[in-house]
């Protein structure tokens, strides 16, 4: 009977039995002084910097790794290596060279010729001349050779034409800059939003990292419970499954990374083989991220109705020249003539019969196959377009102010209520891994608890990069996004 009571089936069966009842006291002890016990909403991480607690870095300048740029830093470098920004500088330029081409015709035209003349037969008359009123050459007859060099000297008193590149010349000007602030508005906005996007990855990358550095003590935690006894065998696994997921989009969040720096790269003109990281201030980006919503929109304040404006007052220019192109052109003119005539060669140069001559040239349009009022009447249909699509900017104007307001308004309220969440999953998580510890409650909740610290996370995450790029869709829609 001793040997039976004492067999080692009914030892272990004496110590699990043991072991499980004083382990409910213990746990029952413990879960009452819990209730004492003040979690800590936010558990710091000092191994990394994230946007999930506020901390201020500043640039460092370059490393061996690269230079180190902010958000201001990629705009200003864009702006001065991007290729579409600079595209549109060189625009600027061509339309003031443009302006200076068209006007040149009312500085003084002169121009100088010659001509080499051997009469092979000349008229019996005494007396020849050649050329017009306009030139002003003439020739004596009865001599082999003649040399006629002359000056001649046009100055356009009026022209239509003239007068319309007078007019529009600065409108020409005025465009090509708009054009440039279109472009330079169109970079600010896109950098701003690649910018964010690759810092949302590389947050996300952090809090992953975070979690499965958590998830890999839980697992082995777990796993050597299940080694001692104390777990089911599926305990450990669900935490291996929870661990292998996490290290999946750790690694989907670290592919994402290097595409996202090449769309960066190639908004603001970086050297491709050439390296640089981003850095950032929390404090001041959370202090930027509010608007003032209450603002009222402003048509006038879009590049895009501005440089619709300028268009329609380079149309009316157009107009008003088609309108007054029957007027007459007037210029004046001058001309000197020096001519050398000599029945030899070598003599020529010996004797000069100096001419001068100056007038007004008017030339009056009196029919042109009504080409006149064809191109006026298609100025006016044009001026009907642009009337019908600034109405159509109007609408597209509303349409984004209304969408981006409507976004940052939702998402902002989801950023304040996804900040409460981090905090209290955090709370949750920790409650639940120490009642974990002590037995109180199976691993299924510590896996719930664990899932919802990252949802609640990497959803922070989104939700504040999100009202970021809304801020940036909702100050382009109204016109104020500086440059």
């Not at 910097?49 to 200003?76: A, F, H, N, R, W």
């Not at 200076?100 to 001349?129: F, M, R, W």
Request: with cysteine; aromatic share 10%; net charge neutral.
């Amino acid at each position: 009977m001793q040997n039976i009571f004492f067999s080692p089936a009914k030892a272990r069966i004496l110590w699990l039995n043991t072991f499980l009842v004083c382990s409910t006291f213990i746990a029952a002890a413990q879960n009452s002084k819990t209730k004492s016990v003040t979690a800590p909403e936010i558990v710091p991480d000092t191994g990394k910097v994230s946007l999930l607690m506020p901390v201020t870095v500043k640039d460092t300048g370059t490393s061996k790794s690269g230079d180190y740029l902010t958000l201001q830093q990629c705009i200003e470098y864009a702006k001065q290596h991007q290729p579409a920004v600079n595209i549109s500088k060189i625009n600027i330029n061509i339309a003031q060279t443009n302006n200076l081409i068209n006007l040149s015709t009312a500085l003084p035209q002169i121009s100088a010729s010659g001509d080499l003349i051997h009469y092979l037969q000349q008229s019996q008359a005494g007396t020849s001349t050649t050329g017009s009123a306009t030139t002003g050459t003439t020739s004596s007859s009865g001599h082999n050779y003649s040399f006629v060099p002359g000056i001649a000297v046009t100055q356009s008193v009026f022209n239509p034409s003239l007068l319309y590149a007078f007019k529009s010349a600065p409108l020409y000007v005025k465009q090509a800059q708009q054009q440039s602030d279109s472009t330079k508005i169109f970079l600010v906005s896109a950098v701003s939003k690649s910018f964010y996007t690759l810092l949302l990855t590389l947050e996300q990358i952090n809090v992953l990292k975070e979690d499965t550095a958590q998830f890999g003590k839980s697992f082995r935690d777990a796993y050597l419970q299940y080694k001692g006894g104390i777990v089911d065998e599926t305990d450990y696994e669900q935490a291996e499954i929870t661990l292998n997921n996490t290290r999946a989009q750790l690694k989907q969040a670290n592919e994402n990374v290097v595409p996202q720096y090449a769309t960066l790269k190639q908004l603001i003109g970086y050297p491709t083989d050439k390296q640089f990281n981003v850095v950032f201030d929390t404090l001041e980006m959370m202090k930027n991220i509010h608007v003032d919503t209450t603002e009222q929109l402003q048509f006038e304040k879009r590049i895009e109705f501005q440089l619709l404006g300028t268009n329609k007052s380079l149309l009316d220019q157009q107009v008003n020249y088609y309108r007054y192109s029957f007027l007459p052109t007037v210029s004046a003119f001058y001309n000197y003539n020096l001519a050398y005539e000599n029945n030899h060669f070598s003599d020529l140069f010996s004797t000069s019969y100096p001419s001068s001559l100056v007038g007004i040239s008017l030339s009056i349009p009196i029919f042109t196959g009504f080409n006149r009022l064809n191109n006026l009447h298609k100025s006016r249909l044009q001026e009907q377009v642009l009337d019908w699509q600034q109405t159509d900017l109007k609408s597209q104007i509303n349409v984004q102010y209304t969408t981006a307001l409507a976004n940052y308004k939702g998402n902002y309220y989801n950023l304040q209520i996804l900040q409460k969440n981090v905090a209290l999953s955090r709370r949750v998580y920790f409650v639940v891994s120490l009642q974990y510890r002590q037995g109180v409650v199976p691993y299924l909740n510590v896996i719930t608890a664990e899932t919802n610290l990252i949802n609640s996370e990497i959803n922070y995450l989104n939700a504040l990069f999100q009202v970021l790029s809304n801020k940036i869709d909702l100050e382009k829609a109204m016109g104020n996004i500086s440059y």
